[in-house]
């Protein structure tokens, strides 16, 4: 959806960073599932180069995958843009110091880089207002299953998972079983965890 809908965001928050690490290439990981965004992205991307953002100093390459869940993984991933099988590699060397093509490489997903434009244009201060003290911001969750009100939600860190199925309509009068967080790799949630916060320490705690 980010890349969808602020693609523009994105190319900006990469060129922060790159600036910042001193980095003059970048590449865009597309899964092969959702190859409608590439001709979104290749677009911003061009406009970017006409205005002169990208192109002399730093450029960006879209690479598509072949959809392996595996290449969430930070090395896997490295895998499949340089053309090879997503395996995860063997750590370490860390991708700080060998990672893309055995160079340094910094690696962030889509929803990182897209608030490093808005950390810089209001201030770290500011953006801390935002979630809790160690989880600062907002989150975007992903809200599907027996709920009245299926869709993508962006929440400051802090709200429960209570008060996130309530935004969702709740569970259209059924009882709540059970919830899963983060996917295949992740954990089952119950009734009794409805009022743990939605931060990175308390959903680890849980």
Excluded at 44 to 60: N, T, V
Excluded at 68 to 97: D, H, M, Q
């Amino acid at each position: 959806m980010i890349l969808e809908s602020f693609p523009y965001r994105i190319i900006e928050g990469m060129c922060i960073a790159a600036y910042a690490i001193g980095a003059s290439k970048g590449y865009l990981y597309i899964r092969g599932e959702y190859p409608y965004i590439v001709p979104v992205l290749e677009n911003a991307l061009d406009e970017a180069r006409a205005a002169g953002y990208l192109g002399e100093y730093f450029d960006i390459e879209i690479r598509v995958g072949a959809g392996a869940y595996i290449c969430g993984e930070e090395t896997a991933l490295f895998e499949s843009i340089e053309g090879k099988r997503g395996f995860p590699r063997v750590k370490p060397p860390f991708p700080t110091t060998n990672g893309l093509f055995d160079k340094p490489t910094v690696i962030n997903n889509v929803e990182t880089l897209c608030n490093v434009p808005l950390i810089i244009s209001k201030g770290s201060a500011e953006y801390r207002k935002i979630g809790t003290e160690k989880s600062p911001g907002s989150k975007l969750f992903c809200v599907s299953g027996d709920v009245a009100k299926p869709g993508l939600y962006e929440i400051p860190f802090g709200v429960t998972l209570r008060e996130l199925l309530k935004m969702a309509g709740g569970l259209s009068g059924k009882k709540l079983q059970a919830v899963l967080f983060g996917g295949a790799a992740g954990a089952f949630a119950t009734s009794t965890h409805l009022d743990v916060k939605l931060t990175f320490e308390d959903l680890r705690a849980a």
